[in-house]
C-alpha cells in the first residue's frame, strides 16, 4: 500500500498529458489531411505532366509528318507509338531539321532533339537540337553528336527494339520528361529518333514543394494554437478532477477518513463527488463482507490468503525459519450427520459456537479463519522453533474443536481432523502451503479420523500418481492400450460354466496398475462409461472370435458400474452390441453392484433390468453381502444369479455361524431358482465346503486366475482336476 504522499501526482501532470493526447490526435489528423492533399496535388501534377508530354509527343510527329513523308503509327488512344520514313536517307544535318524542331519546340514550350541509328556503333547520333549555347548558338552546331544514347541509357532498351519511351531522361546532369517516339524504315528497322521534352522535371515537383512546405508551415501553425488555447481550458477544467482524483485514490487505498467535498455542485463534478461518497460507503460493507465469513463473523478463506501473502512477504531469504510458523486446516467429523438429523440450523449453531471456542483460545500471533463449510484454518504465531510447538498447537485445536456443542434442536458430538502443513518448509507461498496441509488432512481422513499429520512428501506422490493416472488412463482408453483377461467358473463336474472378463492396464512406466485403484479413479472422473462401453465390446467381439472354432461356449461375464447402469443411452448400447455381434446373444452376462437394487432408492432399475432380459442378457448380482444386500427382498430382484462374497466362505471356515447364514444363503437363493456363485475360492479347505454347501458354480484362484483369451479357450471341454476328482456332497 502506498504511503502517504508516496508517488502522488502533481496537478499539472494530468491536463497536460491529456493536451498531449489531444494534440498528438490533432497532429495525426492535420497529418492525415495534408498527406491526402499533397497526395491528389502531386497526383494532379502527375496527370498534368503526362497530358503535356502526351500532346508534345502528338505534336512533334505531326510537325515532322508535314515536313517530309512519314506515316505515324498511332495507339488506341492516338498517342504516336512509331514513325515510319519511306526515305531514312533524309535523316542528315540539315537547315530543315533545325527549323523543324525550332518549330515544335515553340509548339510545345520544351525542347527538341533528332537522332540517327548508328549501326556500327549501336547507338543514337543527335542530328539537330533545340538546345542552346550561352552565347546563342545551337548545341553541336546541327552536326552529327555521336554516341549520345547508347546502351546505360533509360530509353535505349526500348528505342533500339523500335519502342516508344516515355519518362525521364539525363541531360546535363539533370531529368528531363521526355517524349521519344522511333523512326523506322518501311521494313520496321529503327533508323532514328524524334524526342521532345516538356522542361526540367524538378521545375514541373517545384509546385509539389512549395505547397508541402506551406502544409506544414500551416499545420504547425495551428497546433501551436490548438496547444495554448488546450492547456488553458484543461487547467481549469480539471482542477476539481484533480481533487476528485485525490479522494478516489484514498478510497482505493482504504484512507476513510479522506473528505471528498465537491457535492454541492450541480454539474457532472459534483455528480461524481456524490458517487465516491457512496462508493467509500459501499467499500466498507464490501471489504467486511470480503474477508469476514458471515455467519461465524470471522476471516475467511480470502483473509487467510492475504495474511498467508503477508507473512510469507516477511520471510528472510538469509534465514527463512525465524519466521517460520505452521499452518492448520481443521475438518469436523460427524458434521453431516448433525445436519442431517438435527437440521441445518442446528449445524450453523455448531459452526459459530466451534469458531468461538477457537477464537477463545488463540495466543498472541495466532490467526483463525473459516475456509468454507466445516473447514477452518489456524496459523500458529512464527517462531524459529515451530517444529517444537506444532504438536501441542495441533492437540490445543484438536481439543476446542472436538466434544459436545449444544443447539437449539439438541446436543451435536464432533471430533476434529487437522491437516499440518510447517512453513516455509512445506511451502513458500500461500497456494502450495494450503495445498500441502490439504494433502495432509486427506491423510487422516483416509486413516484414522479425529487425529492429526504433519505433511510428508510421500502425500504429494500419492496425489500426483492418480493426476497421472487419470491423465494416463483417457489416454489409454482412446489408444485401447488395455487389455481383458478372462477368469474360468466351474460347475461341480468341473467343466467350465462361465469366464469373468476384467479389464488389465499395464502402464509402460509403472508396471500393472490395479482395478482397484483405477476403476474408482474412472468412476470419479467420468470415464466409467468409456471404460465399461470399451470391455464389453472387447467381450463380444472375443465371444464371436471363439464361435468361430468352438460349438459350445461357456457364459462371458462383465462387471457394470451403477453410473454405467444409469446412463439413458445404456441399453440402447447393449442393443447396438448383439447387433454387431450376433453370436454374443445369450452368452452376455452383466454383473451388477447390489446398491443398485437397494429398497427406497426407487424402482428406476426395473425397466432397465427388464429390457435388458428381453434381449437374453442374463443378470447377476455381484458381491451379495458385502453392502446393502438383505434376504428380505431377494425374492424381489429381476436377476437370474447371485455371486456370494469371498468374505461370506473366508468367516465360515472359521465361524459355524457364519457356516450356517451361507448354508442359508444358498439354499434361499437356489429355493427362489437363482444360479448362486461361491467366488474367492482359494484352498481345498474352501473348495470341500462349497462343495458341501451345493452351489451350482464356482470361481477362485485355486481353479484358475484370470488369463488371457488363448489360455481361457484351452480350458474348454477339460474338466478341472480338483472338481472332476472330488465328490460333490450337496447340503
Same mark, same amino acid.
Given at each position: 500500500?502506498?504511503?502517504?504522499?508516496?508517488?502522488?501526482?502533481?496537478?499539472?501532470?494530468?491536463?497536460?498529458?491529456?493536451?498531449? =493526447?489531444?494534440?498528438?490526435?490533432?497532429?495525426?489528423?492535420?497529418?492525415?489531411?495534408?498527406?491526402?492533399?499533397?497526395?491528389?496535388?502531386?497526383?494532379?501534377?502527375?496527370?498534368?505532366?503526362?497530358?503535356?508530354?502526351?500532346?508534345?509527343?502528338?505534336?512533334?510527329?505531326?510537325?515532322?509528318?508535314?515536313?517530309?513523308?512519314?506515316?505515324?503509327?498511332?495507339?488506341?488512344?492516338?498517342?504516336?507509338?512509331?514513325?515510319?520514313?519511306?526515305?531514312?536517307?533524309?535523316?542528315?544535318?540539315?537547315?530543315?531539321?533545325?527549323?523543324?524542331?525550332?518549330?515544335?519546340?515553340?509548339?510545345?514550350?520544351?525542347?527538341?532533339?533528332?537522332?540517327?541509328?548508328?549501326? &556500327?556503333?549501336?547507338?543514337?547520333?543527335?542530328?539537330?537540337?533545340?538546345?542552346?549555347?550561352?552565347?546563342?548558338?545551337?548545341?553541336?552546331?546541327?552536326?552529327?553528336?555521336?554516341?549520345?544514347?547508347?546502351?546505360?541509357?533509360?530509353?535505349?532498351?526500348?528505342?533500339?527494339?523500335?519502342?516508344?519511351?516515355?519518362?525521364?531522361?539525363?541531360?546535363?546532369?539533370?531529368?528531363?520528361?521526355?517524349?521519344?517516339?522511333?523512326?523506322?524504315?518501311?521494313?520496321?528497322?529503327?533508323?532514328?529518333?524524334?524526342?521532345?521534352?516538356?522542361?526540367?522535371?524538378?521545375?514541373?515537383?517545384?509546385?509539389?514543394?512549395?505547397?508541402?512546405?506551406?502544409?506544414?508551415?500551416?499545420?504547425?501553425?495551428?497546433?501551436?494554437?490548438?496547444?495554448?488555447?488546450?492547456?488553458?481550458?484543461?487547467?481549469?477544467?480539471?482542477?476539481?478532477?484533480?481533487?476528485?482524483?485525490?479522494?478516489?485514490?484514498?478510497?482505493?487505498?482504504?484512507?476513510?477518513?479522506?473528505?471528498?467535498?465537491?457535492?454541492?455542485?450541480?454539474?457532472?463534478?459534483?455528480?461524481?463527488?456524490?458517487?465516491?461518497?457512496?462508493?467509500?460507503?459501499?467499500?466498507?460493507?464490501?471489504?467486511?463482507?470480503?474477508?469476514? &465469513?458471515?455467519?461465524?463473523?470471522?476471516?475467511?478463506?480470502?483473509?487467510?490468503?492475504?495474511?498467508?501473502?503477508?507473512?510469507?512477504?516477511?520471510?528472510?531469504?538469509?534465514?527463512?525459519?525465524?519466521?517460520?510458523?505452521?499452518?492448520?486446516?481443521?475438518?469436523?467429523?460427524?458434521?453431516?450427520?448433525?445436519?442431517?438429523?438435527?437440521?441445518?440450523?442446528?449445524?450453523? !449453531?455448531?459452526?459459530?459456537?466451534?469458531?468461538?471456542?477457537?477464537?477463545?483460545?488463540?495466543?498472541?500471533?495466532?490467526?483463525?479463519?473459516?475456509?468454507?463449510?466445516?473447514?477452518?484454518?489456524?496459523?500458529?504465531?512464527?517462531?524459529?522453533?515451530?517444529?517444537?510447538?506444532?504438536?501441542?498447537?495441533?492437540?490445543?485445536?484438536?481439543?476446542?474443536?472436538?466434544?459436545?456443542?449444544?443447539?437449539?434442536?439438541?446436543?451435536?458430538?464432533?471430533?476434529?481432523?487437522?491437516?499440518?502443513?510447517?512453513?516455509?518448509?512445506?511451502?513458500?507461498?500461500?497456494?502450495?502451503?494450503?495445498?500441502?496441509?490439504?494433502?495432509?488432512?486427506?491423510?487422516?481422513?483416509?486413516?484414522?479420523?479425529?487425529?492429526?499429520?504433519?505433511?510428508?512428501?510421500?502425500?504429494?506422490?500419492?496425489? &500426483?500418481?492418480?493426476?497421472?493416472?487419470?491423465?494416463?488412463?483417457?489416454?489409454?482408453?482412446?489408444?485401447?492400450?488395455?487389455?481383458?483377461?478372462?477368469?474360468?467358473?466351474?460347475?461341480?463336474?468341473?467343466?467350465?460354466?462361465?469366464?469373468?472378463?476384467?479389464?488389465?492396464?499395464?502402464?509402460?512406466?509403472?508396471?500393472?496398475?490395479?482395478?482397484?485403484?483405477?476403476?474408482?479413479?474412472?468412476?470419479?472422473?467420468?470415464?466409467?462409461?468409456?471404460?465399461?462401453?470399451?470391455?464389453?465390446?472387447?467381450?463380444?467381439?472375443?465371444?464371436?472370435?471363439?464361435?468361430?472354432?468352438?460349438?459350445?461356449?461357456?457364459?462371458?461375464?462383465?462387471?457394470?458400474?451403477?453410473?454405467?447402469?444409469?446412463?439413458?443411452?445404456?441399453?440402447?448400447?447393449?442393443?447396438?452390441?448383439? !447387433?454387431?455381434?450376433?453370436?454374443?446373444?445369450?452368452?452376455?452376462?452383466?454383473?451388477?453392484?447390489?446398491?443398485?437394487?437397494?429398497?427406497?432408492?426407487?424402482?428406476?432399475?426395473?425397466?432397465?433390468?427388464?429390457?435388458?432380459?428381453?434381449?437374453?442378457?442374463?443378470?447377476?448380482?455381484?458381491?451379495?453381502?458385502?453392502?446393502?444386500?438383505?434376504?428380505?427382498?431377494?425374492?424381489?430382484?429381476?436377476?437370474?444369479?447371485?455371486?456370494?462374497?469371498?468374505?461370506?466362505?473366508?468367516?465360515?471356515?472359521?465361524?459355524?455361524?457364519?457356516?450356517?447364514?451361507?448354508?442359508?444363503?444358498?439354499?434361499?437363493?437356489? !429355493?427362489?431358482?437363482?444360479?448362486?456363485?461361491?467366488?474367492?475360492?482359494?484352498?481345498?479347505?474352501?473348495?470341500?465346503?462349497?462343495?458341501?454347501?451345493?452351489?451350482?458354480?464356482?470361481?477362485? =484362484?485355486?481353479?484358475?486366475?484370470?488369463?488371457?483369451?488363448?489360455?481361457?479357450?484351452?480350458?474348454?471341454?477339460?474338466?478341472?482336476?480338483?472338481?472332476?476328482?472330488?465328490?460333490?456332497?450337496?447340503?
Amino acid at each position: 500500500m502506498d504511503t502517504p504522499g508516496e508517488n502522488r501526482p502533481s496537478g499539472w501532470w494530468f491536463p497536460a498529458r491529456t493536451t498531449a =493526447y489531444f494534440l498528438v490526435v490533432a497532429a495525426l489528423c492535420l497529418g492525415t489531411l495534408s498527406l491526402l492533399g499533397l497526395r491528389q496535388i502531386n497526383s494532379t501534377n502527375e496527370m498534368n505532366s503526362a497530358v503535356r508530354i502526351d500532346r508534345a509527343g502528338r505534336a512533334a510527329a505531326a510537325l515532322l509528318d508535314t515536313t517530309v513523308e512519314t506515316t505515324v503509327r498511332i495507339d488506341s488512344q492516338g498517342s504516336p507509338q512509331a514513325i515510319i520514313m519511306q526515305d531514312p536517307a533524309l535523316l542528315e544535318p540539315d537547315d530543315v531539321w533545325d527549323e523543324l524542331l525550332d518549330d515544335i519546340a515553340g509548339v510545345n514550350q520544351g525542347a527538341a532533339n533528332l537522332f540517327r541509328y548508328d549501326e &556500327d556503333s549501336g547507338s543514337f547520333d543527335r542530328l539537330s537540337t533545340t538546345f542552346r549555347t550561352p552565347d546563342g548558338a545551337r548545341v553541336g552546331g546541327s552536326q552529327v553528336e555521336p554516341g549520345l544514347i547508347s546502351v546505360g541509357h533509360p530509353a535505349y532498351a526500348a528505342l533500339s527494339s523500335g519502342t516508344t519511351y516515355v519518362g525521364q531522361v539525363p541531360v546535363a546532369g539533370r531529368l528531363r520528361l521526355a517524349y521519344l517516339t522511333p523512326i523506322l524504315t518501311t521494313d520496321g528497322t529503327t533508323a532514328g529518333i524524334l524526342a521532345v521534352d516538356v522542361g526540367w522535371v524538378d521545375d514541373l515537383n517545384r509546385i509539389t514543394e512549395e505547397t508541402t512546405d506551406r502544409a506544414i508551415a500551416t499545420s504547425l501553425s495551428l497546433l501551436a494554437a490548438l496547444a495554448l488555447i488546450c492547456v488553458l481550458v484543461m487547467f481549469r477544467s480539471f482542477r476539481p478532477l484533480h481533487r476528485l482524483t485525490e479522494a478516489a485514490h484514498a478510497i482505493g487505498t482504504g484512507d476513510h477518513d479522506q473528505t471528498i467535498g465537491l457535492t454541492d455542485r450541480r454539474d457532472e463534478i459534483g455528480y461524481l463527488a456524490r458517487g465516491l461518497v457512496k462508493v467509500s460507503d459501499l467499500q466498507r460493507t464490501l471489504e467486511h463482507r470480503a474477508y469476514n &465469513d458471515s455467519l461465524t463473523a470471522v476471516p475467511n478463506r480470502a483473509a487467510l490468503v492475504q495474511e498467508l501473502d503477508r507473512r510469507f512477504a516477511q520471510l528472510d531469504g538469509n534465514n527463512p525459519d525465524s519466521h517460520a510458523f505452521a499452518l492448520l486446516i481443521i475438518d469436523l467429523d460427524g458434521f453431516k450427520e448433525v445436519n442431517d438429523g438435527l437440521g441445518h440450523q442446528a449445524g450453523d !449453531e455448531l459452526l459459530v459456537a466451534l469458531a468461538r471456542s477457537l477464537c477463545d483460545s488463540l495466543e498472541p500471533g495466532e490467526y483463525f479463519a473459516r475456509l468454507g463449510g466445516d473447514e477452518f484454518a489456524l496459523l500458529s504465531a512464527t517462531s524459529p522453533n515451530i517444529d517444537d510447538h506444532v504438536a501441542e498447537l495441533a492437540e490445543r485445536a484438536s481439543i476446542q474443536a472436538s466434544g459436545v456443542f449444544s443447539t437449539s434442536a439438541g446436543d451435536a458430538c464432533v471430533s476434529a481432523s487437522i491437516g499440518v502443513a510447517v512453513i516455509p518448509e512445506h511451502g513458500t507461498t500461500s497456494t502450495e502451503a494450503m495445498r500441502n496441509a490439504d494433502l495432509a488432512l486427506y491423510e487422516v481422513k483416509r486413516g484414522e479420523r479425529g487425529t492429526s499429520k504433519v505433511y510428508e512428501p510421500a502425500f504429494a506422490d500419492a496425489f &500426483d500418481r492418480q493426476l497421472y493416472l487419470v491423465a494416463e488412463l483417457r489416454r489409454v482408453l482412446d489408444d485401447e492400450e488395455l487389455t481383458v483377461v478372462y477368469q474360468p467358473i466351474y460347475d461341480m463336474d468341473g467343466n467350465v460354466r462361465a469366464l469373468e472378463g476384467l479389464a488389465r492396464w499395464h502402464d509402460a512406466n509403472g508396471g500393472p496398475v490395479s482395478p482397484a485403484e483405477f476403476i474408482p479413479i474412472a468412476e470419479n472422473v467420468g470415464l466409467i462409461d468409456q471404460l465399461g462401453s470399451w470391455v464389453l465390446e472387447r467381450a463380444c467381439r472375443q465371444i464371436t472370435e471363439w464361435s468361430a472354432t468352438y460349438d459350445e461356449l461357456p457364459r462371458v461375464s462383465i462387471n457394470v458400474s451403477t453410473l454405467q447402469l444409469r446412463n439413458p443411452d445404456f441399453v440402447r448400447s447393449i442393443a447396438h452390441l448383439m !447387433e454387431r455381434y450376433p453370436a454374443a446373444q445369450g452368452q452376455l452376462c452383466l454383473e451388477l453392484t447390489e446398491s443398485v437394487l437397494v429398497p427406497g432408492h426407487g424402482d428406476w432399475h426395473q425397466p432397465i433390468l427388464a429390457a435388458l432380459t428381453d434381449m437374453g442378457i442374463c443378470l447377476s448380482i455381484d458381491d451379495f453381502g458385502t453392502g446393502y444386500s438383505s434376504l428380505n427382498y431377494l425374492h424381489k430382484l429381476v436377476v437370474d444369479q447371485v455371486k456370494i462374497d469371498r468374505t461370506f466362505i473366508d468367516a465360515a471356515i472359521e465361524d459355524n455361524n457364519q457356516h450356517q447364514l451361507l448354508a442359508g444363503i444358498v439354499a434361499i437363493g437356489k !429355493e427362489l431358482g437363482l444360479s448362486v456363485v461361491l467366488e474367492g475360492i482359494e484352498t481345498v479347505e474352501e473348495l470341500e465346503l462349497a462343495q458341501t454347501l451345493g452351489c451350482d458354480l464356482l470361481q477362485g =484362484y485355486l481353479l484358475g486366475k484370470p488369463m488371457s483369451p488363448a489360455m481361457a479357450a484351452a480350458r474348454f471341454g477339460v474338466p478341472h482336476h480338483h472338481l472332476a476328482t472330488a465328490p460333490s456332497t450337496a447340503a
